[in-house]
Nanobody, 119 residues
Framework: QVHLVESGGGLVQAGGSLRLSCAFS????????MAWYRQAPGKQRDVVAS???????NYADHVKDRFTISRDNAKNTMYLQMNSLRPEDAAVYYC?????????????WGQGTQVSVSS
């Protein structure tokens, strides 16, 4: 079984900060890389940042130096600290393994958390 719960989204002014959390369980516990994805209206869902079990990280160019991904393996939780938010960062943010978890041929996703940024 698998389970993902994203939280921490909200409405923030441009230049503000938010911290997202992702609690994961089940098969996710044995995966190495976890990632944050985001999807804005009318756009595809893309990887924002990823982190391995050992702490190695990667970031999409448009969030480098503004976002920080981390994970607490003991708590089975992953975080995304987002600073200097821009209106174009507004999206629904999802966590998942990297590559994303597939169950019976379909991608598994949690409910996501909405991030809104006002200009």
């Amino acid at each position: 079984q698998v389970h993902l719960v994203e939280s921490g989204g909200g409405l923030v002014q441009a230049g503000g900060s938010l911290r997202l959390s992702c609690a994961f369980s089940g098969t996710f516990l044995i995966t190495d890389a976890m990632a944050w994805y985001r999807q804005a209206p009318g756009k595809q869902r893309d990887v924002v940042a990823s982190v391995t079990r050992s702490g190695s990280t990667n970031y999409a160019d448009h969030v480098k130096d503004r976002f920080t991904i981390s994970r607490d393996n003991a708590k089975n939780t992953m975080y995304l600290q987002m600073n200097s938010l821009r209106p174009e960062d507004a999206a629904v943010y999802y966590c998942n393994s990297l590559p994303r978890m597939m169950i019976n041929g379909a991608a598994y996703w949690g409910q996501g958390t909405q991030v809104s940024v006002s200009s």
